[in-house]
């Protein structure tokens, strides 16, 4: 089985052009349409500075819940080094009260200092916090109450977080960045894994994923779903996908480069990571298609998940690849792995 979802960080202009008055709205109908073609799952990311406008995602995905009936919604990550994993459950728990079980939670370690600055913790405590923190929010997701003392947050003493959520047990995913002691550590937990990519080649990603399904048997886990998300983008011809997408994708790169001394990317040298057996997948459907299909042939994941609308992408454009994925992409995609995986059962 493959699901098929997109997500995004919600980005904003610096300066003039689209604020976030405009585009939570925006974003709202892009998830509602995302629901109606039939995508599986729809993820939004936190940021904490200028250019992105969803410093709290479960506050969103809980208005897209209301418009919606089918697809998941899931952050993408929380960054939970930095929050607090009681306020974590609870606010997911709302969203799963109010879209009657259709929540998740992507925890990472986060990839930015900024909500480590704004919340008085220090970077050097970065796998220290997100390790505690994270097995606080798998115990806080069990029936019983909770006693727990650590280093990062006060004690709790047989306290049981109220109200529950629909589903029994809150999906908690790990989003992982590259680092193989991140790919044991869920694989240790027995959690499915979303593996990050911003470029490279499915071939570099490989042992990473060999990685977890080799950790996952060792600690005796049952398997569980690996994910890919991935920067991509769908439109109705490969020229249109690469004016689109690229021009936007360069820019969100270089707002970020430009703070770390990196210098400006082109739109070609972006476009020059969307080539053959890439991480990148940006083109028309059929090209889209392709892509999809051999990173899941050298990964052998269960959860594809695009980064659609980055920088500047209009939400028309946005709400067109979303259409697209959903419509022409994502079921010849399910349709295929199915197939493999039913020849792959009868060997």
């Known amino acids: 089985m493959m699901e098929i979802g997109a997500f995004t960080f919600a980005d904003v202009a610096v300066g003039e052009g689209v604020g976030p008055a405009q585009r939570i709205p925006e974003l709202l109908e892009e998830i509602a349409l995302a629901d109606e073609v039939g995508l599986d799952v729809f993820g939004l990311g936190e940021h904490h500075r200028a250019g992105f406008a969803a410093p709290a995602p479960a506050v969103i995905l809980a208005a897209a819940a209301a418009r919606t009936s089918r697809i998941r919604l899931t952050s993408a990550v929380t960054v939970l080094g930095s929050d607090d994993p009681v306020r974590v459950f609870e606010q997911f728990t709302a969203l799963d009260l109010v879209s009657r079980g259709r929540a998740e939670i992507m925890a990472g370690r986060g990839a930015l200092p900024d909500s480590f600055r704004l919340f008085g913790h220090d970077m050097a405590d970065y796998d220290a916090l997100f390790d505690e923190k994270l097995r606080l929010l798998l115990t806080l997701r069990e029936p019983e109450p909770v006693t727990f003392s650590g280093q990062f947050r006060p004690p709790l003493d047989n306290e049981l977080v109220l109200p529950r959520p629909v589903q029994d047990r809150l999906p908690v995913w790990i989003g992982v960045g590259g680092s193989p ?8 937990l027995g959690l499915p894994m979303a593996l990050g990519t911003v470029g490279g080649t499915a071939g570099h990603f490989a042992p990473m994923a060999e990685l977890y399904r080799e950790a996952t048997e060792h600690y005796g886990r049952p398997p569980q779903p690996l994910g890919v998300t991935l920067h991509g983008f769908v439109a109705d011809t490969s ?24 210098p400006p990317l082109t739109p070609a040298a972006m476009a020059a990571k ?9 083109g028309s459907p059929g090209q889209v298609i392709e892509k999809l299909l051999h990173q899941h042939e050298v990964l052998g994941h269960q959860r594809t998940m695009l980064q659609l609308a980055v920088g500047p992408v209009s939400h028309l454009d946005a709400m067109r690849a979303i259409e697209l994925l959903g419509t022409e992409v994502a079921p010849v995609v399910r349709a295929e792995v199915a197939r493999r995986e039913s020849v792959e059962a009868v060997r």
């Not at 002691?181 to 240790?188: D, M």
């Not at 020229?239 to 990196?262: H, S, T």
């Open 181 to 188: 002691n991140s790919v044991v550590r869920a694989a240790s």
């Open 274 to 282: 969307n080539g053959p057996g890439s991480m990148y997948a940006v």
């Open 239 to 262: 020229q249109k996908a690469a004016d689109i997408y690229f021009p936007a994708d360069a820019a969100l790169f270089n707002m970020i480069g430009a703070e770390r001394g990196v």
